[in-house]
């Protein structure tokens, strides 16, 4: 099942926000099974979390708030989706610390 588009209350993730939002990631053109989609998707979370966590009178996001949210978001995800996007994330995060070994 693939979910077109997620969206993610801010008031249910952080008192920080003071008007309710809505959060939208845009998941059509994504495939979280690749590293590409991968990182597209990481790049839009990240975006719309500093959007959405920024409410605190400073211009750097609350990193409670950006945890919340990522969580939030990911439990939006359906089971596999979370399976495909865990899996390409553990195989980019192993090739890293291969590569940092490395060299």
Avoid: K, W, Y
């Avoid at 590293?35 to 959007?51: C, I, K, Y």
């Amino acid at each position: 099942m693939r979910i077109a588009t997620l969206i993610i209350a801010s008031t249910l993730i952080s008192a920080t926000v003071s008007q309710a939002q809505d959060f939208r990631i845009n998941l059509t053109d994504i495939d979280l099974s690749t590293p590409e989609g991968v990182q597209t998707f990481e790049t839009r979370l990240a975006r719309q979390a500093r959007l959405a966590c920024t409410g605190t009178g400073s211009r750097l996001p609350n990193g409670q708030c950006v945890q919340a949210f990522r969580a939030e978001v990911m439990s939006q995800l359906s089971p596999t989706q979370r399976e495909e996007h865990a899996r390409v994330r553990s195989r980019t995060d192993t090739a890293r610390a291969a590569a940092r070994s490395a060299g």
